[in-house]
Each structure stands twice: as C-alpha cells, then as structure tokens.
C-alpha cells in the first residue's frame, strides 16, 4: 500500500468518525457523502435502485436533522476554542511581516547563484564542443595518413619483383581492407578526390589480377594458387565476383556444350541424359573449388584452411543451368499436353533432388531453395495450369457417367456394379495415381477428390428421390420391377465398396503424401473425409428398405396361382397331389437371384436378413391369401352337404358324395388342401435353403400351422 492510499485511508476512517449514527437502518450508507467523487445524481440513481424517491426523501430528512444535532454538540462542547479563535490571530500579521526581509534577501541570493552556474554550464559545453570537434579531426587525419600510406604500401608492393603473383595479390588484397576502411571515412574530403585515380589504378590492377590469376589457376588446377585467389576475392568482400567468375569460365561454357548436344531434344530419355551429365558438372569440375573452401582434402591429398562466404554450387553452378534451361529449352515447360508435362517435371524434380545431394551442407540447401533462380524454374512450371487440364478431364469423365439413367458395368469382373460408380472411383484414383498426382498440387488433388465424392453423392441423392420417393414400379409390370431391383441392388453394393476403398486410399497414399509435404496433424482430413463417405452412405438404408419391398412385390404376384388350386381340382377326377404347384418356384425365384447376386459382394448375414424380411412380408400376403381359399373351399363344400340333404337320395352321383365327404376316397376339398399344404411346407424348404430363419417369422409358423389343420379337416374360418 502507498503512502496516498494510506493517507486517504487515514482521512476517511477520521471523517467518518465525525459523523453521527443513526438511530435506524437508512437506504444509503453515509460515508457515500465523504467521498471526493461523491455525485448528487450518481447517489439519487443509485438509490433509486432500491427505494423509492419518498422513502429516500424520508431518510435524507432524519440525517441532515441528526447532522445538524451533531454540529449544535460540537460547537458546545468545544465553545471556548471557538470564541478564542479570533484573539489567537492577534499579531500574527507583524511577525509575518519580520520574516519577509530575509526571505526575499535569500530568495535573491539563490538566483545570483543560479545563474553563475548556468553561465559556467555554457561554457563548459562549449568547451567539450570544440574538444569533440577537434577529435573528429583529429580522426580524419589519422584515416587521411592511414589513406596514403595504404595507397603508398600497395603500389610498392606493386613494384616488388621477390615475389610471386598470387603471394602479391593476396597482400594487396589485405592492405586493400585497410584502404577501403579509410576511404569510407574519407568520403567528401578534398584529399580523395586528388587521389582517387591512384585509388581507381589499383582497384583495376587488383580485380584484372586475380581475375587472371584465378582462371589461370582453375585451368591449370593448382590449388595453392586459387586457394590464395580466392583468399584474396575474400579478403576485399568480392566473393560474389569470384563466384560469377567461375560461372562464366567453368559452367557456362560446359552448359553451352551440353545445351548443343541436345539440340532441343525434350523426349524423357534425351532429358534424363541431359540432367544426368549436367550433375556431373559439379563433381568433375566445380569439386576442387568447393573443397579449397570448405576445408577438405582434395582427391591430390592436399587440405587448406577453409574460406568462409563461398557457395559455387548454389551461387555459380545453379543460376547458370537455369538460365540454360530457359534460354536454350524453353518448351520444356509448356503444359499443352498433361502426360508428357508431368514426365518432364516429374524429371525435372529428380535432377533438383540430385543437385540439391550435391550441396554441401543443410544451409547451402536453403540458400538453394531461397535463390532467385531457383525461384524462377518452380515459376516456369505452370502447375494450376496443368491442374485445371486434369480437373476437366477427370470431371468431364465423371460428368458423362453420372446420367439420371442406370448404367451396369460392362465387366462382371468389377468390384463395382454401376458405371457411375466405377468412373467415380477411377476418379478418385486417378487423382493419386503416379501419372497424375504432382506433391506441389496436393491440396487441390485433395480439394478435387472431396468435390468428386460430393459430386457422387449428388448422383446417389437423385436417384434415392427417383427410385425410392417418387417413383414406385407397378407390381405387374415385372420387367420394369427386376431392373429396377438389380439397379438398387447394384448400388447398395457399390456404396458400401465405394466406402471401403477409398478409406483404403486415404491409409495407403493420401495421409503418407499429407505427410511428406510436411502435414503433421491430418485428423481434419481424415474427419472431411468420413464426413462426406456417411453423407454418401445415409441413403442405403432407404435403397435397402426400397428393394426389400420390390422383391416382396415380385414375389407376391405368384402368389395370386394359389386362387387357381381349386378350380385345378374340384369335379376333375384328378389323382391327389404328390408335388407342389409351380407357382411356389416363380415365388422364391426373386431370392434366390437376389441371393446369388448379392452374395459375393455383401455379408452374408446381412442379405440373409434382408432376405428374411423379403420372406416375412410374402408369408404374411401368402396367409392372407390361403385363408382366403380355404375359407371358400370350406364354403362350396357345406353348401355341397345341404345339397345333399335337401335332395335325401342315398344313390347320389359318386363326385357328389366324394364332396359331401360321404365315403373314404379323397375329395375334391381334401386334394385342395393337401395340395396348398405341400406348397406352404415347399415354400418353407425353399426358403430354409435361401438361409431364412423360419422361425423368426411368426407368419409362416401360423400358416404351416393352419394348412396342417385344414389338411386334418381341423381348419375353421378365422384361424
């Protein structure tokens, strides 16, 4: 706490002290009144709050009259100091007016001494002014004789003879620093432009030197002669000149051979030979260089101290091949046809890899990468150019194949059923095939593949309103029902394999290339992902439940032949039934192909529930249908009996009392039932071997059930 806050504190707690409690609880707390922030409107506002503007009259009424008793005590009980307040003051005016004198008399005292002290500042500054400036001549001087004697000491070292070149040179260049160090101090003084052409002399002396020299040296490859050139380059800061030497002088004229050699050749062999030759520029001729500077033993045995700020590879050999490239090879670049720009990168982006082995270190690689060259060959690579040829081709293909109209696959062979789908999943995978697939174009291929799936389930979305909402194939028109069931049911498998295979090529190839490139969390790609396949999958179920109810309606329409049992029986003297009818084959029929198709491709429990379904809705149409021909067989026959009674004869035709139930012999009623009982237990059997569970479908329990007791004689209407 500050020594304020305390005070304030202090303050506070005395003043509140003064004030008067009162008697009972009142809206406002009364230190609010203390406060040196204390605001009429801010307290009636605040209050307001709370109470209402009465209650808050009342309250401010019983205070100010306990303040004004509170005054009234104080100045009782301390009356006389008041009254004696005036008389203290009694002379104090005189003894102010004895302590002005002095006061004034020191007051001018100090400003005598203030400005005797100020005068001596100025001075003093002046002083130090002129001490500074005679320094900084002082400086000038020193670096005007450092200037002449450096320019002296090099051109005597010029006329020495006991020395060779290069030892002459290299001490040049180390009195030269000095000269330039002295020159930059030097820069508007008199004396620099007397001696400047000295200065101009020997620069042009120094740099057509060791420009001989250092190509002397390359030429006749002795290393102590380009370590000293190259010692000296460094010496003066010229290493740049010595870098664009060697350029000129070694790399320009082996690219010029080798870019004659082509003869503008582009095909990937003549290419792969030309990158391959000109890596071997660096090695056979640029290796001696690197090794003088880096320090290293030379393939001659021999080491010299290394020298700092040299890059051949990056700086000499690199900007001169691009520039080859472009000058001599410029349709190497060109994007007309996709297959052979993407051979010629692909290559292209080898050499790069091998150049970049040749780099001496981790940072030489980096200055490679960040050059202007470097820059300017990823420039003339027009890959968005090259991405939107494959993008119209890949949606072009994708585009003819998703037609409202069905396609199957012309190949039984396919993991996939439907055209449409087949072309989707080949474009998905043509988007990360090795011919295609370019790492700089990862985020669009990625972006593309995602626009195909969606684009697909576009498709899928369109033919779930087609097939499953809006239209329905009429029942009896049984061409257009198996199509439409082999459509849907191709589809369904194609979902669920479409699903499969390209969570498969996310693991394989898309998340190891995200990788590479340096993406290291890649679960928001994986979740797009996921995404988009559920949104393609969400219709299955529809499409299942859709050709769930065609296969009951292909099968159901067989079941209207069992209304024909009777009429195959009564009054035609035929042999009691052995065999099933036919109509039991064309109603498992639909089943068993749906079985067979969709077998190789889908689970087999899944098609056998789906199958189990199918069977529940026939047997459920199929009791109905039976109830209702033994209900009218059991209808004929007592008719037949109340015949028989009205007419009283015993010699009735013998049809009539077989009918009538009059002897042991089969009737015609009891061939009936046998008969829809050996074709409900067929039906089951059938079913059975198309892997149905009869057991869960309480529909053909109770049918089995009821064609038993009619064939018992047992059977009664409403059962």
Same mark, same amino acid.
């Given at each position: 706490?500050? =020594?304020?806050?305390?005070?304030?504190?202090?303050?506070?707690?005395?003043?509140?002290? &003064?004030?008067?409690?009162?008697?009972?609880? &009142?809206?406002?707390?009364?230190?609010?009144?203390?406060?040196?922030?204390?605001?009429?409107?801010?307290?009636?506002?605040?209050?307001?709050?709370?109470?209402?503007?009465?209650?808050?009259?009342?309250?401010?009424?019983?205070?100010?009259?306990?303040?004004?008793?509170?005054?009234?005590?104080?100045?009782?009980?301390?009356?006389?100091?008041?009254?004696?307040?005036?008389?203290?003051?009694?002379?104090? @005016?005189?003894?102010?007016?004895?302590?002005?004198?002095?006061?004034?008399?020191?007051?001018?005292?100090?400003?005598?001494?203030?400005?005797?002290?100020?005068?001596?500042?100025?001075?003093?500054?002046?002083?130090?002014?002129?001490?500074?400036? &005679?320094?900084?001549?002082?400086?000038?001087?020193?670096?005007?004789?450092?200037?002449?004697? #450096?320019?002296?000491?090099?051109?005597?070292?010029?006329?020495? @003879?006991?020395?060779?070149?290069?030892?002459?040179?290299?001490?040049?260049?180390?009195?030269?620093?000095?000269?330039?160090?002295?020159?930059?101090?030097?820069?508007?003084?008199?004396?620099?432009?007397?001696?400047?052409?000295?200065?101009?002399?020997?620069?042009?002396?120094?740099?057509?030197?060791?420009?001989?020299?250092?190509? =002397?040296?390359?030429?006749?490859?002795? #290393?102590?002669?380009?370590?000293?050139?190259?010692?000296?380059?460094?010496?003066?800061?010229?290493? =740049?000149?010595?870098?664009?030497?060697? *350029?000129?002088?070694?790399?320009?004229?082996?690219? %010029?051979?080798?870019?004659?050699?082509?003869?503008?050749?582009?095909?990937?062999?003549?290419?792969?030979?030309?990158?391959?030759?000109?890596?071997?520029?660096?090695?056979?001729?640029?290796?001696?260089?690197?090794?003088?500077?880096?320090?290293?033993?030379?393939?001659?045995?021999?080491?010299?101290?290394?020298?700092?700020?040299?890059?051949?590879?990056?700086?000499?050999?690199?900007?001169?091949?691009?520039?080859?490239?472009?000058?001599?090879?410029?349709?190497?670049?060109?994007?007309?046809?996709?297959?052979?720009?993407?051979? *010629?990168?692909?290559?292209?982006? @080898?050499?790069?890899?091998?150049?970049? *082995?040749?780099?001496?270190?981790?940072?030489?690689?980096?200055?490679?990468?960040?050059?202007?060259?470097?820059?300017?060959? $990823?420039?003339?690579?027009?890959?968005?150019?090259?991405?939107?040829?494959?993008?119209?081709?890949?949606?072009?293909?994708? @585009?003819?194949?998703?037609?409202?109209?069905?396609?199957?696959?012309?190949?039984?062979?396919? #993991?996939?059923?439907?055209?449409?789908?087949?072309?989707?999943? %080949?474009?998905?995978?043509?988007?990360?095939?090795?011919?295609?697939?370019?790492?700089? &174009?990862?985020?669009?291929?990625?972006?593309?593949?995602?626009?195909?799936?969606?684009?697909?389930?576009?498709?899928?979305?369109?033919?779930?309103?087609?097939?499953?909402?809006?239209?329905?194939?009429?029942?009896?028109?049984?061409?257009?029902?198996?199509?439409?069931? #082999?459509?849907?049911?191709?589809?369904?498998?194609?979902?669920?394999?479409?699903?499969?295979?390209?969570?498969?090529?996310?693991?394989?190839?898309?998340?190891?290339?995200?990788?590479?490139?340096?993406?290291?969390?890649?679960?928001?790609?994986? +979740?797009?992902?996921?995404?988009?396949?559920?949104?393609?999958?969400? /219709?299955?179920?529809?499409?299942?439940?859709?050709?769930?109810?065609?296969?009951?309606?292909?099968?159901?329409?067989?079941?209207?032949?069992?209304?024909?049992?009777?009429?195959? /029986?009564?009054?035609?003297?035929?042999?009691?039934?052995?065999?099933?009818?036919?109509?039991?084959?064309?109603?498992?029929?639909?089943?068993?192909?749906?079985?067979?198709?969709?077998?190789?491709?889908?689970?087999?429990? $899944?098609?056998?529930?789906?199958?189990?379904?199918?069977?529940?809705?026939?047997?459920?149409?199929?009791?109905?249908?039976?109830?209702?021909?033994l209900t009218s067989v059991r209808k004929m026959e007592e008719s037949l009996m109340r015949l028989q009674k009205m007419r009283?004869?015993?010699?009735?035709?013998?049809?009539?009392?077989?009918?009538?139930?009059?002897?042991?012999?089969?009737?015609?009623? +009891?061939?009936?039932?046998?008969?829809?009982?050996?074709?409900?237990?067929?039906?089951?059997?059938?079913?059975?071997?198309?892997?149905?569970?009869?057991?869960?479908?309480?529909?053909?329990q109770s049918l089995l059930v009821m064609v038993t007791e009619a064939k018992e004689k047992r059977f009664k209407a409403g059962?």
């Open positions: 706490m500050t =020594k304020s806050n305390r005070s304030d504190k202090s303050k506070s707690s005395s003043s509140s002290s &003064l004030l008067p409690i009162p008697a009972t609880t &009142l809206c406002f707390d009364k230190n609010e009144f203390m406060k040196e922030s204390f605001s009429v409107d801010h307290f009636v506002a605040d209050c307001r709050k709370r109470v209402q503007l009465e209650v808050l009259r009342q309250d401010l009424e019983v205070y100010f009259k306990l303040l004004k008793n509170a005054m009234i005590e104080l100045i009782n009980k301390d009356y006389a100091d008041f009254v004696n307040l005036s008389s203290n003051l009694v002379g104090m @005016e005189k003894a102010i007016g004895q302590l002005r004198g002095p006061l004034q008399e020191i007051r001018h005292e100090v400003k005598d001494v203030n400005e005797v002290i100020n005068k001596e500042m100025k001075d003093f500054e002046l002083a130090l002014e002129k001490q500074k400036a &005679l320094s900084t001549r002082r400086k000038l001087l020193g670096h005007m004789q450092g200037l002449l004697q #450096a320019i002296e000491k090099i051109e005597h070292i010029q006329r020495s @003879e006991d020395s060779t070149m290069g030892q002459i040179l290299e001490r040049i260049a180390g009195e030269f620093n000095q000269l330039q160090h002295h020159t930059m101090y030097c820069k508007g003084l008199p004396v620099l432009n007397l001696i400047r052409p000295r200065i101009s002399s020997i620069t042009g002396f120094l740099q057509s030197s060791l420009e001989g020299e250092l190509v =002397k040296g390359m030429a006749e490859l002795e #290393a102590t002669h380009i370590h000293r050139c190259l010692n000296s380059y460094a010496l003066i800061g010229k290493t =740049k000149d010595a870098e664009v030497l060697v *350029r000129m002088h070694i790399v320009k004229p082996h690219m %010029q051979q080798l870019m004659e050699e082509q003869h503008g050749d582009l095909t990937i062999p003549s290419l792969k030979s030309m990158f391959y030759k000109i890596l071997n520029v660096v090695p056979n001729h640029l290796r001696l260089l690197c090794d003088i500077t880096s320090g290293r033993k030379n393939r001659s045995g021999e080491q010299f101290r290394g020298i700092p700020g040299y890059d051949f590879v990056v700086n000499s050999a690199w900007p001169e091949i691009v520039s080859s490239l472009e000058q001599h090879l410029p349709e190497l670049f060109a994007s007309r046809d996709p297959n052979i720009f993407h051979k *010629r990168y692909c290559t292209c982006m @080898e050499f790069v890899d091998k150049f970049e *082995r040749q780099c001496g270190s981790q940072a030489s690689i980096t200055r490679l990468r960040q050059s202007e060259a470097f820059h300017a060959l $990823m420039t003339h690579w027009s890959l968005p150019v090259y991405f939107q040829i494959r993008f119209q081709s890949i949606g072009g293909q994708l @585009e003819s194949a998703l037609t409202p109209e069905i396609v199957k696959t012309e190949s039984e062979q396919d #993991a996939f059923r439907l055209q449409a789908s087949l072309v989707a999943w %080949q474009s998905v995978q043509m988007c990360w095939s090795e011919d295609i697939f370019l790492p700089g &174009l990862l985020h669009r291929f990625w972006k593309l593949t995602l626009q195909i799936l969606s684009r697909y389930g576009t498709w899928v979305k369109m033919l779930h309103n087609n097939e499953v909402l809006n239209k329905s194939p009429s029942s009896t028109d049984m061409d257009k029902v198996s199509k439409s069931i #082999a459509q849907i049911s191709g589809l369904v498998i194609d979902l669920g394999t479409i699903f499969d295979k390209v969570k498969q090529i996310y693991a394989d190839k898309i998340e190891p290339l995200a990788k590479k490139q340096g993406l290291k969390d890649t679960s928001i790609l994986e +979740d797009a992902l996921l995404e988009l396949l559920n949104n393609l999958t969400k /219709y299955k179920e529809d499409f299942v439940n859709h050709m769930i109810t065609l296969l009951s309606s292909l099968s159901v329409a067989y079941l209207k032949h069992t209304q024909d049992v009777p009429r195959l /029986y009564r009054k035609t003297n035929r042999p009691a039934p052995t065999e099933p009818s036919q109509y039991v084959n064309g109603v498992i029929k639909p089943l068993k192909l749906f079985k067979e198709e969709l077998h190789p491709h889908i689970d087999s429990s $899944m098609v056998s529930d789906w199958i189990t379904q199918i069977a529940s809705t026939v047997s459920e149409k199929y009791y109905s249908v039976v109830t209702d021909v009283s004869a015993k010699s009735s035709s013998g049809n009539l009392a077989s009918l009538a139930g009059g002897s042991d012999a089969l009737s015609d009623d +009891d061939k009936i039932r046998l008969q829809l009982f050996l074709d409900v237990s067929n039906l089951g059997s059938q079913m059975k071997d198309c892997t149905v569970n009869l057991d869960s479908i309480s529909s053909y059962v």
